[in-house]
């Protein structure tokens, strides 16, 4: 997809990756649509970039109901950059009951729900792109990390069916898969985890793990859009772990190959 002139809706864009996404994809010729909590934040970037500001609070159902349609009121959305997400990270009893209803809601329910509000509008146009953006923790069953790794795991799945669902028509997929992206809060605050901060220095040791600059993340989550790529791995030396959780999936895929269900 050419990004000149084409609206970019970003999720959880009034800091870390989310922000630096949305000055890439303003670098990149797209008008920007920016969604968070912060309020202030948000609007001070949506004005230097020449965006709009759409402050919500993606844990409130209330407030997701119809969020597509409010945006779009100002103009048809291109690309949907399901971006938002919640880290928290801890052993499973000592996390409280709305923790976890807010770690699902964002990471998970909030983006199938924006998926549904958007794709009506995409294929009535002839054409859209959806990202994902997920986490190699997605892929394995890391100590500390049950409720976040996986709320990813199923994004991940999600994301595999719903390019099942859109084969054929005119609206495409990445799935990014990123382990910990610098400079971020988010990293800093995982590590702060006993469990995880003691699995990503096995990983370090076995040089099976090297941090992501933000830099080289948010350049091949723009250039996958452009050339419709289905998925972004980093840092590719983890990509072999990916690979083999989205063999099951590729396996199903190959053997459905001829049926069609366009008729929905």
């Known amino acids: 997809m050419e990004l000149a002139g084409k609206r970019v809706l970003i999720t959880g864009?009034?800091?870390?990756?989310?922000?630096?996404?949305?000055?890439?994809?303003?670098?990149?010729?797209?008008?920007v649509a920016l969604v968070a909590r912060s309020e202030a934040a948000l609007k001070e970037l949506a004005d230097r970039l020449g965006g709009t500001?759409?402050?919500?609070?993606?844990?409130?159902?209330?407030?997701?109901a119809g969020l597509i349609g409010r945006i779009e009121a100002d103009g048809p959305i291109d690309v949907l950059v399901n971006n938002a997400g919640v880290d928290k990270a801890g052993f499973i009893t000592d996390?409280?009951?709305?923790?976890?209803?807010?770690?699902?809601?964002?990471?998970?329910?909030?983006?199938v729900e924006l998926c549904?509000?958007?794709?009506?509008?995409?294929l009535e146009r002839g054409r859209g792109h959806i990202v994902v953006m997920s986490?190699?923790?997605g892929v394995g069953p890391y100590p500390g990390y049950t409720m976040y790794a996986s709320s990813k795991a199923a994004l991940n799945h999600f994301t595999a069916c719903l390019r099942a669902d859109l084969k054929g028509k005119p609206v495409g997929t990445t799935l990014v898969e990123v382990a910990f992206v610098v400079p971020t809060e988010m990293a800093e605050?995982?590590?702060?985890?006993?469990?995880?901060?003691?699995?990503?220095?096995?990983f370090y040791t076995l040089h099976t793990l090297v941090d992501v600059p933000m830099a080289k993340l948010t350049g091949a989550v723009v250039d996958a859009v452009r050339r419709d790529r289905r998925h972004v791995r980093l840092p590719r030396r983890l990509?072999?772990?990916?690979?083999?959780?989205e063999a099951p999936r590729r396996s199903v895929e190959m053997l459905?190959?001829?049926?069609?269900?366009?008729?929905?």
């Open 13 to 31: 864009a009034s800091r870390g990756i989310g922000h630096a996404l949305a000055e890439r994809f303003a670098a990149a010729g797209a008008r």
């Open 53 to 64: 500001a759409y402050p919500c609070d993606l844990c409130d159902p209330e407030q997701v």
């Open 95 to 111: 996390v409280a009951a709305t923790d976890i209803e807010t770690l699902y809601r964002v990471n998970l329910i909030t983006p």
């Open 116 to 122: 549904r509000q958007v794709i009506p509008g995409m």
């Open 135 to 137: 986490s190699m923790a």
């Open 189 to 202: 605050n995982v590590k702060a985890n006993p469990g995880i901060r003691k699995a990503a220095e096995r």
């Open 239 to 245: 990509a072999p772990l990916s690979l083999i959780g």
């Open 256 to 264: 459905l190959t001829g049926v069609d269900w366009s008729e929905h």
